[in-house]
């Protein structure tokens, strides 16, 4: 019976804490842009910044 009640309360224990990871660490998942950072010349670029090729023949975002 104690076995049991620990197997119920662990798998319960785990069942939780996706869900508790999930929310805590929602903010953290976004990126600041930053210069050199690769972009997409056919879509907007992001405030304060071009789209512009670089010596590579890239895309990336520049200061502007």
Same mark, same amino acid.
């Given at each position: 019976? *104690? $076995? *049991?009640?620990?197997?119920?309360?662990?798998?319960?224990?785990?069942?939780?804490?996706?869900? $508790?990871?999930?929310? $805590?660490?929602?903010?953290?998942?976004? !990126? !600041?842009?930053?210069?050199?950072?690769?972009?997409?010349? !056919?879509?907007?670029?992001?405030?304060?910044?071009?789209?512009?090729?670089?010596?590579?023949?890239?895309?990336?975002?520049?200061?502007?």
């Amino acid at each position: 019976m *104690r $076995t *049991r009640a620990i197997a119920l309360m662990t798998a319960a224990a785990l069942a939780a804490s996706p869900a $508790t990871f999930l929310a $805590t660490d929602a903010g953290a998942k976004t !990126k !600041k842009h930053h210069a050199g950072q690769a972009c997409n010349p !056919k879509k907007k670029p992001p405030k304060g910044f071009k789209c512009k090729k670089n010596k590579k023949g890239k895309f990336v975002l520049v200061k502007g």
